[in-house]
C-alpha cells in the first residue's frame, strides 16, 4: 500500500513538473476570425512580453502581463484612447494549442495556433 501511495506522489510530481515546464513563448494565430498574430516572450527580468500585430491593419497592440500560475498566463490590454480594457487567460492545451479567454470589453473564447518561422 505505501509503495503504490509513493508511485502515486511521484506521478503527481513529475505530471506538476512537466506542466512547469510547458512554454507558451512563441508566435500563435487565432484559429479563425482574425489577422492578428501574437508573439509571447519570456524575458527573465519582465516576465512575459506579448505584442500583437497584423500586416493587414498595419496595427500593433501591446498586452501587458499580469499573472502566471502553475495553470493559465494572464495579461491585460487597455487602449487609452476609448478606454477599452480586455483581459486575456492563456491556458494550454498542448504544445501547440492555447485557449484564450477574453473578458472586460470584449468577452469570448479563442483557440490560438503556434505557428512557425521557416
Known amino acids: 500500500m505505501f509503495k503504490s501511495i509513493a508511485n502515486l506522489a511521484i506521478a503527481i510530481l513529475f505530471s506538476i513538473a512537466i506542466q512547469g515546464q510547458n512554454n507558451i513563448t512563441g508566435i500563435w494565430a ?10 509571447i516572450l519570456n524575458n527573465t527580468n519582465q516576465g512575459y512580453i506579448f505584442t500583437n500585430f497584423s500586416f493587414t491593419a498595419q496595427d500593433v497592440v501591446i498586452e501587458n502581463f ?12 487597455h487602449n487609452p484612447e476609448n478606454g477599452w480594457r480586455v483581459y486575456c487567460e492563456y491556458k494550454i492545451i498542448d ?17 490560438f495556433i503556434r505557428k512557425t518561422i521557416n
Do not use: F
Open 95 to 111: 504544445n501547440d494549442t492555447l485557449m484564450v479567454t477574453y473578458s472586460g470589453d470584449y468577452d469570448a473564447k479563442h483557440k
Open 30 to 39: 487565432q484559429d479563425k476570425g482574425s489577422d492578428y498574430y501574437t508573439v
Open 66 to 77: 499580469i499573472e502566471e500560475t502553475n495553470t493559465y498566463v494572464k495579461s491585460v490590454v
